[in-house]
């Protein structure tokens, strides 16, 4: 399969590409470096980087942006931040990317265990990710040819390394990588895939 990963550079991104390039052809696309360069925040960034790439099997997106911080303490800037890039810039992906799939392809975006299991300060990304969770559910209802998904990771070891935190809770970047291998490789759609259970 041909498949266009979006955040290709990230820790989940770097394990995902790793998974799947052992059998398919993997195309890179960062905010900078990689195959091609995208801004997910952006519409017409997604549609260049569209129709650079051209024809796919699977659009896979582990991006999107959005902050922490104490509810008292977001911004309007937070909100938009978080609705922009996190929440429409992967419903975009699917929007535009639809025209781009191949006959029985896939979208897989990237949503997170804050929409069922929120914490202090996580209240934009518990919005973004519940959102893109019940959309997907929605959307899956109405197309034809083409699966979407989404992969919901619990923290990441690596990450939770780097900022000092305890890694005992968390799950590496290739266990995480498995739950984005299924959703591309299998029949589900519709579906939100807890990253756990696939390892």
Do not use: C
Request: no cysteine; net charge negative.
């Amino acid at each position: 399969m041909k498949i266009l990963l979006i955040g290709a550079s990230g820790t989940i991104g770097q394990a995902v590409a790793k998974a799947l390039s052992n059998e398919h052809q993997v195309i890179a696309a960062n905010y900078s470096g990689g195959d091609v360069n995208v801004d997910l925040g952006n519409k017409t960034s997604i549609q260049a980087m569209l129709d650079n790439v051209g024809k796919v099997d699977a659009i896979v997106s582990t991006a999107g942006l959005a902050n922490f911080a104490p509810l008292a303490e977001l911004s309007d800037a937070d909100y938009e931040l978080a609705l922009a890039n996190k929440l429409m810039g992967q419903v975009n992906l699917l929007r535009l990317g639809q025209n781009y799939l191949n006959d029985n392809g896939s979208v897989t975006f990237t949503s997170g265990i804050l929409s069922r299991e929120p914490m202090q300060g996580s209240a934009v990304i518990a919005m973004a990710n519940g959102a893109l969770e019940s959309y997907v559910k929605a959307a899956a209802l109405e197309l034809d040819n083409v699966r979407i998904n989404t992969v919901s990771p619990i923290f990441v070891k690596e990450t939770m390394a780097m900022m000092g935190m305890d890694t005992e809770g968390g799950l590496s970047a290739d266990d995480t990588a498995k739950a984005y291998v299924a959703a591309v490789t299998g029949s589900m759609t519709g579906e939100t895939l807890d990253a756990p259970e696939y390892v």
